[in-house]
């Protein structure tokens, strides 16, 4: 058996290898959720080649995944020289990274008499000390493509932020058609909440343009220093939606609006920043391809994440601006992980703030969720009523927007608590049966019987109703979604082997149902524990119903080993279609 790599679609390697692959990822990935910061080249030397180059590109996605998510140095040049002999594979996935998330074939190759003179290129842009009139006095950031310097104008006589790009080896001409579009449609913005371009043209082959220079942090750094109050984040928000609203009356759609590309002034104005991503409403995008999911994954509306470009209008930013406010009244974006938020933002509703934080406004809930509705048509008609409604919040006015009904709050109940609902409806489905057996006369199912299962139904719903509560706490453990399933089992377990018929009961196929649901949490680890448990629990049912059943014929040998093999083999087509995903998905995973 092979399976498709996601970095090159025409390598293909044995199953055993992915395997591998995956698994020393999980640990590179574990390393840098527990705070420490791994050096890739320790765990390239777990393999050999050919594996090593495709275990590499996996790595340095991670990799930049997690520096960026940290806004932790991301150095090209640290890369090539630490990897001089892997230019080539550095040069695509750092494209793949940046620019449109997957390998286009017409980027401009690396060859091995090209590496040094990269290496030189990022050197001479490091130590540059003049960029036409422009005077660098020192570098802000650092990305994959270029470096953002602080530079003083010596004709103007004003301070400036100068963002330069690197055309002559790693950019695109995509990317090199993305930074002129950047350039092109902030500079026809004139608006105190977005940050002003002043400038642009190329130098020594490197292209650059002059922006505003804004004295104060990111709203990320921001974030993660303090928690804002609830009208400091209204006032906030309402002023980045008047910005917004500007720059649509304009003809320009941002497409990418999250803390990191918010700066704050030394007073905490939010000025709008980064136009990389952003399209324009008047006029067709040549760069943009149809299919290409473009944003960040926790702040991307869900037309986005479907790669539905015709489709992402001035609505996604009114979603992103939800989104933002929700990080600031929450702790965190609705939807925390690259893999959740590419998936559960198309099905799921996020839980609202209140329930999250209970000092959360109900206006400033209710705000928030219109603004984060599924439907672009549910969400505010512009970003100019968003910062309107926020306005009547401030004031202490009656907001515009209205809480949902009550058929649609169950439904969002049920969406953003999918695991206590799906236990809910199959309960009372299971009960409803049990009471229709009990009703037609069934000896089977009165006495004891009846007892024993109302008490389990009962006790499912009510350790599912606790450990969901338990869940959506901000600090939750992941850790408790396994003791929810293996709680699970083992009460399936403990009923079928002493209240029902054991291994002859029709209930047995509870097992298949759980082994098949694992692969909605998302989790290979998940998929592999339900399935091994599930296996275990059924020959423990096997093995005890001649037993504690003596009256009850053992089912064959032939009737049992097809229902452990079926349970194995959901278990394996689980873990692969999650494989599948987490390969699509490389390009856009974050923290988990």
């Given amino acids: ?50 594996l090593k180059s495709h275990l590499f590109e996996e790595l340095l996605l991670s990799d930049l995944t997690f520096r960026t998510r940290d806004e932790t140095t991301v150095d090209a040049g640290d890369y090539l020289s630490r990897f001089p002999e892997r230019g080539d594979q550095i040069r695509r996935v750092i494209e793949r990274f940046w620019c449109d998330g997957s390998v286009r074939g017409d980027t401009v190759g690396v060859t091995a008499a090209d590496r040094p003179a990269v290496r030189a290129e990022w050197a001479e842009l490091a130590t540059f000390q003049q960029c036409g009139k422009y005077e660098l ?7 994959g493509m270029g470096i953002v310097f602080q530079a ?26 993305r930074f002129y579009a950047e350039a092109e449609m902030a500079a026809s913005l004139n608006h105190p909440g977005i940050v002003p371009i002043y400038d642009a043209g190329s130098h020594a082959g490197h ?9 104060g942090p990111t709203l990320a750094a921001e974030l993660r220093r303090r928690r804002f109050g609830m009208e400091e984040a209204a006032q906030l ?64 509306a869900p037309e986005q994440a479907t790669g539905h470009v015709g489709q992402s ?52 809930n209710v705000i928030c969720m219109k603004c984060l509705n599924k439907a672009p048509a549910d969400r505010y008609r512009s970003a100019s009523a968003l910062a309107d409604d926020l306005q009547r919040f401030l004031d202490g006015d009656m907001i515009h927007a209205k809480p949902l009904s009550l058929r649609r709050r169950a439904l969002r109940w049920a969406r953003h608590r999918p695991r206590l609902a799906a236990v809910l409806v199959t309960m009372i489905a299971f009960y409803l049966y049990h009471l229709a057996c009990l009703a037609s006369g069934s000896p089977e199912s009165g006495g004891v019987f009846h007892a024993q299962t109302t008490l389990t139904v009962a006790l499912v719903c009510a350790y599912g109703w606790i450990f ?9 453990r992941p850790s408790l979604l396994y003791w929810w399933k293996t709680t699970d089992i083992v009460v399936l377990t403990l009923f079928l082997a002493l209240a029902a018929d054991g291994a002859a009961s029709p209930l047995v196929v509870i097992y298949l149902c759980m082994a098949a649901s694992a692969g909605l949490s998302f989790d290979r680890h998940m998929v592999w524990l339900v ?46 279609v999650l494989r599948c995903c987490r390969v699509a998905l490389t390009p856009y995973r974050s923290c988990e």
């Fill in 1 to 50: 058996m092979t399976a498709d790599r996601g970095h090159d679609s025409s390598v293909r390697l044995p199953l055993a290898d992915v395997t591998l692959i995956d698994q020393i990822c999980d640990r590179f990935e574990d390393a840098w959720r527990n705070g420490r910061q791994p050096r890739l080249g320790d765990y390239l030397e777990a393999v050999e080649e050919p």
């Fill in 237 to 300: 928000v309402r002023d980045l939606a008047r910005a917004v609203d500007y720059a649509h009356q304009h003809g320009v759609v941002h497409r990418d609006l999250k803390p990191g590309n918010i700066l704050l002034t030394h007073n905490g104005t939010p000025q709008i920043t980064d136009f990389g991503l952003a399209t324009r409403t008047d006029r067709s995008e040549p760069i943009t391809i149809a299919g290409q999911i473009l944003g960040t994954p926790g702040y991307m």
């Fill in 531 to 576: 399935t091994a448990a599930c296996v275990v629990s059924y020959a423990l049912v096997v093995a005890t119903t001649g037993w504690l059943h003596p009256d009850v014929p053992n089912p064959p040998v032939r009737h049992t080993i097809p229902v452990a093999i079926s349970i194995v083999a959901i278990g394996l087509v689980q873990y692969y």
């Fill in 468 to 476: 969901q509560t338990l869940m959506m706490r901000p600090r939750a």
């Fill in 152 to 177: 003083r104008d010596t004709q103007l006589q004003r301070r400036v932020a100068l963002k330069m790009i690197l055309d002559r080896h790693l950019a695109s001409q995509e990317a090199v058609q």
């Fill in 207 to 215: 292209l650059y343009y002059a922006m505003g220079y804004v004295e």
């Fill in 313 to 364: 209008g001035p609505a996604v930013d009114i979603y992103a601006l939800g989104a933002v406010l929700y990080h600031m009244i929450t702790g965190h974006p609705p939807f925390r992980t690259a893999l959740e938020a590419l998936v559960c933002v198309l099905e799921q509703d996020p839980v609202p703030p209140r329930v999250l934080n209970r000092a959360v406004p109900r206006d400033l």
């Fill in 137 to 143: 006095q020192g570098e802000i950031a650092r990305g």
